[in-house]
């Protein structure tokens, strides 16, 4: 099970890491983070062990 956490990711708005709060992982392609007060989309790459969050063109308005 899953517990929502804050880690350390790369945010494309700014191309900068910052920390984000992880509310949901089905797995690495699909999750779903919260930064500037937006719902957003975020991948896990496993490579580099960032999360990369898309606050511009990933921004949702509820969870599923």
Do not use: Q, W
């Not at 920390?19 to 496993?46: G, M, P, Q, R, S």
């Amino acid at each position: 099970m899953f517990e929502p956490c804050k880690v350390e990711a790369m945010v494309n708005s700014t191309g900068k890491r910052k920390e984000v709060f992880i509310v949901k992982y089905d797995d690495v392609n699909h999750c779903k983070a919260v930064v500037y007060n937006k719902l957003c989309t975020a991948i896990y790459n496993t490579f580099t062990g960032l999360f990369y969050v898309d606050d511009k063109f990933g921004v949702i308005d509820r969870l599923k």
